[in-house]
């Protein structure tokens, strides 16, 4: 087949793909009336999901079980308060004579409103009702749901149409271009190469930090409440997901507080270095304590995927708690302490901090990375003053030989080899998205895939309207053991397991069909980095509504930080409002088919040599393509229908 | 003609104006246009003036019910001297009580199945509240004449209000006599307005009343 059949047959596929969610609105439909016995709950509504035709009656009869709740219908301009034994008041609007719009409530027995929008909307609560409040939602889905249709046929396209371009071979050989930000820009070569440069970054943020402990043990225990719980897991999450990750790669290791107390404590500096001529075991250091080298057999990602598997078992009861949060991180930076006493470097944030994993594997989609400039001089250069420590800067505390850098997995961005370097060759550079194309073990392919399935899990249990899955596990509220156990051994299985267990397969098929000279394993690294770019769009879907539906407790925090009734800013009391609602199933939907295109591209980039022609290419990456069409539907399902 | 025919047939002229039913002697009715509720039904009207008539409440029967956290009805009007029963048919305890002016009472709190009866003989707006509950809020207007009604869905009404005083068992309101009236509305959130009506001896006068938003009034100037 000519490329240029195969570029005539995708128009015509998404010639198809766009009319056939349109053809299915020509079904008829005749308008109905939907009585609803309707029940809120800690933390969910019965019923969770409400589905009807466009253009139909609901009519809801609504009561609280226990407390009050809220009903804030997305895009449907219905907010109520549903109190005990029935009793419901409705919002309304009325506008003066002088064009002033007021709000008010009414008493009602029944809320009535005609889904004339078709999509999905969510209903939440306004009512900070308990621990998962902020997580209390239900879904009301009016048919025909064009958007998600829409959604799921341009997924079906999108593959087809990677996979007929991929087995034509029309996709050129990635791009290597690269642009160097500190030849560019002279003012953050100044900054970068400042001694105080990382010390200031780390102040700042451990004075934050210190603010957020006190908060989190002394503040408000309800988590909304609490600047610790809606800064950390709201802002930090996301802008973490959706900002630093995909434009900085590990930059958040640049200027994360946690192991910064250990650090200065074992260097007994802040800023300068302190420089030995005669090495110490290599380096050109003497820290306090032992100075032992980390165990060989420890020098993987295991650890940091059992800890990050046990801490997201208690997910949503960290999330939820403050004082569940400042218990980590004052555990952490009693572990930074000890490890660093013991051993040389950040023996933490490489092997066991539960987010340093995930921030290694996704960093290498990175559009930023630091390199050398040149690596011919590295070459030349005996004293690799990068690796061992130089009277510039401190030996690498990652334990990194920057001339040898080839991938930002586990390079934690602390800029001391940019100033270490005496040839001046080590330079930060924009990239294009998905650059570093090769997952080097086991131990990191698992990060990604874990990584995407607990987006799955989060997204099932704090965006979904399961009560049931909330109960199971919210289980320090619900006391229930064995639901907990059966949830998280559920987690468990799906990430180590049923998941890791479909790619392999799809890994084995590709393999044998396409009968690419490379082993399993090979196969298997490779195929699996499809899953760094989705499953880095997949997070940004799940995180970015998280800030778009919360933005007022996070200006409501920020006016009464420690939860003691203060007003700052006068935005202590702002009402729940979420920003744009409306949009969230449609942003969702275009960051995931984001997501499907830029994982399977990159994916094939990651195959390259390994499938010498188009058609092995394609043999190989087949069932992988599938396997993702179908975690992408799962997905837009989820987030759409 | 035979007369038998001619006989019924002036029989059917006499009759048929009462047994068209709504167009009777002595009407009004009409339509109430409020500003900024969502609903324009129980809206109060009635005339300030109109005849004191002596009523038959003998059968009638008022009842200011308790279920579900919420008085039922939100609004009563009542003639004065009318009984009201206040049943507790909820789940809960009640403790009903009134501040106002026209009737200060407090019935204490009482158990679901038990009933208390509260004569009101002021004329008056009369607030009730529970001491348990604080949401619970209702009004009973007690009214000096029975030309009252009450807005239905579509903010219509008509005086005498038939219908509610079937519901509530009021017997031997007669017609409202041919004369000039002083027609006023009361609602919660609605400033009070008036009207000067003039009821025809038959058919019925025609009164729309737009309300604005606006502090409530008293029933009657004292």
């Not at chain 1, 001529?277 to 650890?303: C, I, V």
């Not at chain 1, 070459?379 to 030989?401: F, I, S, T």
Request: charged share 15%.
């Amino acid at each position: 087949m000519s490329r240029r059949t195969a570029l005539i047959l995708m128009v015509a596929a998404l010639v198809v793909a766009l009319a056939a969610p349109l053809a299915l609105r020509l079904m008829p439909r005749s308008p109905q009336t939907h009585v609803i016995n309707f029940t809120a709950q800690r933390y969910g509504y019965t019923p969770a999901r409400i589905t009807v035709n466009q253009g139909d009656k609901v009519v809801l009869k609504p009561t609280s079980k226990d407390v009050t709740h809220g009903f804030l219908l997305d895009g449907y301009d219905v907010d109520a308060i549903l109190k005990q034994q029935g009793v419901t008041y409705l919002k309304y609007l009325w506008t003066d004579d002088q064009g002033k719009a007021h709000t008010d409530w009414d008493k009602v027995k029944l809320i009535e409103f005609t889904a004339d929008k078709a999509g999905k909307f969510t209903y939440r609560c306004t009512q900070t009702c308990g621990n998962l409040h902020p997580f209390m939602v239900g879904e009301l889905i009016v048919q025909d749901n064009t958007p998600y249709h829409f959604a799921v046929s341009l997924s079906l396209w999108i593959v087809f149409g990677l996979l007929l371009w991929t087995g034509v071979g029309g996709w050129r050989p990635p791009s290597s271009k690269r642009i160097d930000l500190l030849s560019r820009f002279s003012w953050f070569k100044r900054l970068v190469k400042a001694r105080s440069f990382q010390f200031w970054l780390l102040l700042i943020n451990l004075v934050i930090f210190y603010l957020f402990i006190l908060s989190a043990l002394w503040g408000s225990p309800v988590g909304n409440r609490n600047i610790a719980i809606i800064f950390v897991w709201i802002f930090w999450w996301t802008a973490l997901k959706a900002v630093m990750l995909p434009l900085g790669g590990r930059v958040w290791c640049l200027m994360c507080p946690l192991p910064a107390p250990a650090e200065w404590l074992v260097r007994m500096r802040l800023t300068s270095v302190r420089y030995l001529k005669e090495p110490l075991r290599r380096l050109h250091h003497r820290f306090l304590g032992l100075n032992l080298d980390w165990p060989k057999r420890l020098a993987n990602g295991w650890l940091q995927n059992t800890l990050f598997l046990v801490l997201i078992s208690f997910g949503i009861i960290l999330i939820t708690r403050p004082v569940a949060t400042a218990i980590l991180f004052l555990f952490i930076l009693a572990a930074t302490l000890v490890l660093s006493l013991i051993y040389r470097g950040r023996t933490f944030c490489r092997f066991l901090c539960p987010v340093g994993g995930f921030l290694g594997t996704y960093s290498m989609a990175a559009c930023s990375e630091l390199r050398p400039v040149d690596t011919e001089v590295c070459k030349k250069h005996r004293d690799k003053c990068c690796l061992v420590g130089g009277e510039g800067g401190w030996a690498c505390p990652w334990g990194r030989y920057t001339g040898g850098l080839k991938r930002n997995n586990y390079c934690g961005l602390c800029t001391e080899c940019i100033k270490s370097c005496p040839k001046d060759n080590v330079s930060i550079f924009l990239r294009p998205f998905g650059s570093d194309l090769r997952l080097k073990g086991y131990d990191e392919a698992f990060n990604v895939l874990i990584m995407l399935m607990v987006a799955f899990v989060f997204s099932v249990t704090m965006l979904g309207p399961w009560l049931w899955i909330k109960q199971a596990a919210n289980v320090t509220e619900s006391r229930h053991l064995v639901p907990f156990l059966l949830y998280v051994g559920s987690v468990l299985s799906l990430a180590m397991i049923v998941f890791p267990g479909l790619l392999f397969g799809a890994s084995w098929l590709g393999r044998r069909w396409s009968g690419i000279d490379v082993s399993f394993k090979e196969t298997t690294l490779r195929l699996t980095y499809v899953f760094i770019p989705l499953g880095i769009f997949a997070w940004i879907a799940f995180s970015l509504p998280q800030v778009m539906i919360n933005y007022n407790y996070v200006l409501a925090v920020l006016s009464d930080p420690l939860g003691l009734g203060w007003n700052l800013l006068g935005t202590a009391y702002l009402p729940f409002d979420p920003l744009w609602p409306r949009s969230i199933p449609y942003i969702q939907g275009v960051l995931l088919l984001s997501g499907l295109y830029l994982g399977l591209r990159r994916g094939l980039a990651a195959l390259g040599p390994a499938a010498p022609t188009p058609a092995a290419s394609l043999k190989a990456m087949l069932p992988t393509a599938l396997l993702t069409l179908l975690v992408v539907n799962v997905f837009l399902r989820l987030y759409m229908a | 003609m035979p007369r038998k025919t001619l006989f019924a047939f002036i029989l059917a002229l006499l009759l048929a104006p009462p047994l068209a039913g709504g167009a009777s002697a002595g009407q009004i009715k009409g339509t109430v246009k409020p500003q900024g509720l969502r609903s324009p039904e129980g809206v109060l009207v009635y005339l300030s003036n109109g005849p004191e008539v002596m009523l038959d409440l003998s059968g009638a029967k008022f009842v200011m019910d308790q279920r579900q956290l919420t008085f039922i009805p939100y609004v009563l009007p009542v003639p004065v001297g009318a009984k009201v029963s206040f049943p507790n048919n909820d789940k809960v305890a009640h403790n009903v009580f009134s501040l106002s002016q026209a009737k200060k009472f407090n019935l204490g709190s009482y158990k679901p199945g038990q009933s208390i009866e509260v004569t009101f003989d002021q004329p008056g707006v009369v607030e009730l509240r529970c001491d348990v509950h604080q949401e619970m809020k209702a009004y009973i207007l007690v009214l000096k004449n029975p030309y009252y009604a009450l807005t239905d869905a579509q903010g219509n009404f008509a005086i005498p209000d038939s219908k509610l005083l079937a519901a509530h068992g009021i017997k031997g309101v007669p017609p409202l006599p041919e004369g000039k009236y002083l027609m006023k509305t009361w609602h919660e959130k609605l400033r009070g307005d008036r009207a000067k009506v003039e009821a025809p001896a038959t058919g019925a006068a025609d009164v729309t009343f737009r309300l604005k938003r606006g502090p409530s009034g008293v029933l009657y100037k004292r």
